[in-house]
C-alpha cells in the first residue's frame, strides 16, 4: 500500500512557475515510478510527466515538454513537478500516482488526493 499527497498548488499569473510535490509512504517508494496528471473541469484526466524509480527515465506529454520538469528524491519519499512559463491551459488539478511500472494511462494504482493549479492571465 502506497499513500500520496499533493502539495503546492496555488495561483499563478501566465508565465509564472509552480514546483507540485507529491509525498509518499512506504519503504519501497523507490520501487514505484510515479506519474503527474491533470484534470481541467468537464475534461478527462489527462498524463503529464512520469519518471522511473531511480528517476533515470522520464517522460512528459507533448503539451508541457520544455516548460515542466519531474524529478524525485527517494531518501525523502518525495517526487516534484516544476512547471514553468505556466500557460492559462495548464489550470487543472494535478494529482501523482504511482505504479510498480512507468505507464502514461492513468491506469495507476495509487493516487493522491489532488492540489489545484489556477494559472490567470
Known amino acids: 500500500q502506497v499513500q500520496l499527497v499533493e502539495s503546492g498548488g496555488g495561483v499563478v499569473q501566465a508565465g509564472g512557475s509552480l514546483r507540485l510535490s507529491c509525498a509518499a509512504s512506504?519503504?519501497?517508494?523507490?520501487?514505484?515510478?510515479v506519474g503527474w496528471f491533470r484534470q481541467a473541469p468537464a475534461k478527462e484526466r489527462e498524463f503529464v510527466a512520469a519518471i522511473s524509480g531511480s528517476g533515470g527515465n522520464t517522460y512528459y506529454a507533448d503539451s508541457v515538454k520544455g516548460r515542466f520538469t519531474i524529478s524525485r528524491d527517494n531518501a525523502k519519499n518525495l517526487v516534484y513537478l516544476q512547471m514553468n512559463s505556466l500557460k492559462p491551459e495548464d489550470t487543472a488539478v494535478y494529482y501523482c500516482?504511482?505504479?510498480?511500472?512507468?505507464?502514461?494511462?492513468?491506469?495507476?494504482?495509487?493516487w493522491g488526493q489532488g492540489t489545484q493549479v489556477t494559472v490567470s492571465s
Open positions: 500516482a504511482a505504479d510498480r511500472v512507468v505507464i502514461r494511462t492513468t491506469a495507476y494504482d495509487y
Open positions: 512506504g519503504r519501497t517508494f523507490s520501487s514505484y515510478a
